[in-house]
């Protein structure tokens, strides 16, 4: 069973339909740790303010339940958007400690660095550079372009964890792998067919 963690943060029925269209028959929304405990597969969503999404997590108790499955267990996880930072050991955006089980941390785009043609927060459309060969690119066309609104990026403190970059004012890191740990900066369940490749892969890990 594929289970969303719902903590009241993410595009939690858009997620659902997603991994309705590919095939997936045994998925749930749930906020309960003992439903996350029986998970073959973990989606962690997330929109908004990093520590307050910490607070959420630990206000209902998720994530002692969430760090035995990812960590004990190894079960697949994907981390969408905030979610995928909240993997991170830490976030400048409110200088808060995160879940820690990919080394790094996240930074706000430079200001400096924008322009009249670089807004922040990066949204829209935005190509994605396939770093290393994963079961979850699998069929990724080369010219794959992934939905965005974010004002944060990770840094990965090893590269052998980036799984994608995008470029956007310069190269961040839009996507990881480190083990059975997956993360996404854009939004897949907003992304069509694009974004379909990503979690019919991801079923089938």
């Known amino acids: 069973m594929i289970v969303i963690v719902d903590y009241g943060m993410g595009n939690l029925g858009s997620i659902f339909n997603m991994l309705r269209r590919v095939g997936c028959k045994n998925m749930e929304i749930s906020s ?8 073959e597969k973990l989606i962690l969503p997330g929109v908004g ?6 607070i959420n997590l630990n206000k209902l108790d998720l994530i002692p339940a969430l760090h035995h499955k990812v960590i004990k267990e190894e079960v697949p996880i994907m981390g969408i958007c905030l979610g995928m930072q909240l993997l991170f050991n830490r976030s400048e955006e ?6 820690g089980w990919v080394q790094g941390h996240v930074a706000k785009f430079e200001s400096k660095k924008s322009s009249s043609n670089f807004k922040i927060p990066h949204m829209g459309w935005n190509k994605i550079n396939v770093k290393k060969n994963d079961p979850v690119t699998k069929n990724l066309r080369k010219e794959s372009k992934f939905y965005f609104v974010h004002s944060y990026h990770v840094i990965c403190r090893n590269r052998k964890d980036v799984l994608m970059t995008t470029n956007y004012m310069y190269d961040f890191h839009s996507g990881i792998a480190s083990n059975n740990i997956y993360g996404f900066q854009f939004h897949p369940e907003k992304s069509h ?3 379909y490749q990503i979690f019919k892969n991801f079923m089938n890990i």
């Open 32 to 39: 309960d740790a003992e439903k996350i405990l029986t998970s």
């Open 49 to 54: 303010n990093f520590a307050q999404a910490m």
């Open 94 to 99: 409110g200088n808060c400690r995160g879940l």
């Open 193 to 195: 067919k694009y974004g």
